[in-house]
């Protein structure tokens, strides 16, 4: 038996936003609202197509023009952070789903949640940068956190079922060690933005693209996965599978590893986070495991890419230290796509964050300040 869930879409437009949108479609789920940052044109096609009864850009400009533009429906459109905080926090709503990029996608977050609304989360950056707050927000109203990024849903999939002792001694992501795997520092050096942007199994928005070539992404998951599953960081390892078919691991204390499988498609777990905890058919492709016949594993690079225990770090520091890296981050990867520093800066630049003392996180005031602060930090060069 199918079960419709009513749709509130952050970040509709991006590379999740729009395979979120094909999901919805193929499940017949309604869309109840859609919000962007600035590309009107293609909101306003999605806008025609899935006729929500709101929309939001966070681009005040932005929100002006696509009000003008979809003036002959029945759509009402707000604008700036508050409008898609109010989208986020719709009492119609069955699930918000955010894949927004970046820690713009926090306040959003913090609001679905307060407004009881179970939250499908792509935007990792609001864990990394809000862990706690965000973790025990979701528990005091009493609605889930479900992962859409593929390795968290890997665990989430694998630790359904699993008993109310869940033993577990770790949890094992992989990471396919992006466009630079094999490669030194000193290669490193000269790449330019196109390179870092050519990644060889997944097809994702800039900012993330260029995380993985960095292997920010996976200390940024380590993070994630510290709050979604409440693992300390010593017993979450990183393993590089080239492949990008297993999708995680976890471990019991009986050594009995479980991973979850399947052709690299984000479509997978976007669906089980919209349908959970029911499984539906997917239009992604079937796994065929004798196509593919060799899967291979390696110890991840840390000197080459030293983001990851630079995550690992940040996680130990606490407070608003993990914020205040991921901001540095976001700042640092914006000025490498302008061509403005060069690739190794990027690591640099947020590991210069941990020279500095970090205030204690207890609101959502506090995550915002480092967050400012650390963007000016590297403004400043
Ligand atoms: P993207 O750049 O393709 O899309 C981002 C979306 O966010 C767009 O709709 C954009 O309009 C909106 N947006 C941008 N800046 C905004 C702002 N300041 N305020 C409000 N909205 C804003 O990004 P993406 O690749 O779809 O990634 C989205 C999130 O999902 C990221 O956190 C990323 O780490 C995570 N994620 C992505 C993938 C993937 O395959 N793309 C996989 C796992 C996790
Ligand atoms: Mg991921």
């Known amino acids: ?140 109203h009493g609605v889930r956190l479900l992962p859409v990024d593929s390795e968290h849903s890997a665990i989430f999939q694998c630790l359904q079922g699993a008993p109310v002792e869940r033993a577990l001694k770790r949890v094992i992501l992989t990471a396919s060690g992006g466009p630079f795997f094999g490669k030194t520092r000193e290669q490193l050096a000269d790449v330019t933005a196109a390179d870092a942007l050519r990644h060889p199994n997944w097809d994702m928005g800039a900012k993330i693209t260029i995380d993985s070539a960095t292997m920010m992404n996976k200390g940024l998951e380590l993070i994630e996965a510290r709050w979604l599953f409440d693992m300390p960081p010593e017993k979450i390892d990183i393993v590089v599978h080239r492949e990008s078919i297993i999708h995680s691991l976890i471990e019991y204390d009986d050594n009995a590893v479980l991973a979850q499988l399947g052709l690299p498609d984000m479509r997978i777990p976007i669906q089980y986070a919209l349908t959970y905890p029911r499984r539906v058919a997917s239009p992604a492709e079937t796994l065929s495991l004798a196509e593919i016949g060799t899967l291979t594993f390696f110890e991840p690079d840390n000197v080459t890419f030293p983001a990851m225990d630079l995550c690992r770090r940040a996680l130990t520091v606490g407070g608003t230290a993990p914020a205040a890296v991921n901001a540095a981050n976001e700042a640092a990867v914006a000025l490498f796509l302008k061509g403005e520093i060069g690739f190794l800066d990027i690591t640099a630049k947020a590991a210069r964050m941990l020279a500095y003392t970090w205030p204690a996180l207890n609101s959502l005031d506090d995550v915002l300040a480092a967050d400012r602060e650390a963007r000016e930090l590297v403004q400043k060069g």
């Open 1 to 140: 038996m199918s079960e419709t869930k009513r749709l509130v879409l952050l970040g509709s437009t991006g590379s999740i936003g729009t395979q979120a949108l094909d999901v919805a479609e193929k499940l017949g789920y309604p869309v109840l609202a859609l919000t962007a940052h600035r590309q009107v044109d293609v909101i306003e096609a999605q806008i025609r197509k899935f006729r929500p009864r709101y929309a939001a850009m966070s681009d005040k400009n932005a929100a002006a023009d696509l009000k003008a533009r979809v003036a002959d429906l029945p759509v009402t459109v707000l604008s700036g952070a508050e409008g898609l905080c109010e989208l986020a926090a719709l009492p119609e709503a069955d699930v918000v789903l955010n894949a927004i990029v970046g820690v713009a996608g926090l306040r959003p977050t913090m609001a679905a949640l307060t407004a009881g609304h179970d939250v499908a989360l792509a935007n990792k950056e609001t864990l990394v940068a809000g862990g706690a707050l965000v973790t025990e927000t979701a528990k005091a």
